[in-house]
Structures are given as structure tokens and as C-alpha cells.
């Protein structure tokens, strides 16, 4: 699964050669990095699960915040909107990418657990 989101950082690095890959990588995981932030602080809710996905043996039972569609793209703005303010408009477009990226890329590899808005209807291939 994480092949994907650093397959992304890759390509991003491709098209904005000016950004170093590791601010890429950083971006592609900064929704799982923030997730597991509020894992710890309780609250967003994952618990082990053995005879989910052989993948992602994880059970994301609460991720509204940081895993559903909607908020991933509240997110990637901000990332855009502080970036573009520190930075430069090109960095903040490419660092939104990869932020966004992430929910896609989710998808994919995600068992039925990913959030459209909030904690509605969810959705995952599972693949």
C-alpha cells in the first residue's frame, strides 16, 4: 500500500524538479502522519484486526477527520494555503497534490472503511 503514496512522491518530483523528494514523501503521508496523531490523542479510532485485508491488517473504525474524502480536500487546501503563503504558489499546488493524492491512493489499496464526508457512506476497493 505505501508503495503507491511514494509512487506519487516520485511522479510529483518528475513534474516540480525544484522540490526535494523527501518534502514529497513527507506529503503523501501527512494525512496517515496526522491520522496516527489522533489515534494517540483519541480522536480518531484504529484497532488490529487479523482477517481484514492480508495488506492492512488495521481496522480503521473512526478516521472521519483525516480519511474521508471530503476533509482530505479541506487539508490539501490548507497545505496549499500555508504553503503558497511561505513558500511560493508552484509549492503549494505540488504539496496539495501529494496530500490529495493520498485519499485516492487509499482507496485502492482500502478495504470499505474510507469516509466520502465525515463519517457517511464509505468506501474502498480493497485491492
Not at 86 to 107: C, E, P, Q
Amino acid at each position: 500500500m505505501f508503495i503507491g503514496h511514494y509512487a506519487v512522491g516520485f511522479l510529483l518530483k518528475k513534474k516540480f524538479n525544484a522540490i526535494p523528494l523527501w518534502v514529497f514523501f513527507i506529503t503523501v503521508q501527512f494525512v496517515d502522519i496526522l491520522a496516527f496523531m489522533l489515534v494517540l490523542l483519541g480522536v480518531e479510532k484504529m484497532s488490529y484486526n487479523p482477517t481484514s485485508n492480508p495488506f492492512l491488517r488495521t481496522s480503521m473504525d473512526y478516521i472521519p477527520l483525516t480519511h474521508s474524502l471530503s476533509n482530505s480536500l479541506v487539508i490539501a487546501l490548507i497545505v496549499f494555503l500555508v504553503v503558497w503563503k511561505l513558500k511560493d504558489r508552484t509549492w503549494g499546488i505540488a504539496l496539495s497534490m501529494g496530500v490529495l493524492s493520498h485519499w485516492f491512493i487509499d482507496f485502492i489499496a482500502h478495504t470499505p472503511d474510507m469516509p466520502l464526508i465525515f463519517n457517511s457512506y464509505k468506501v474502498g476497493l480493497g485491492l
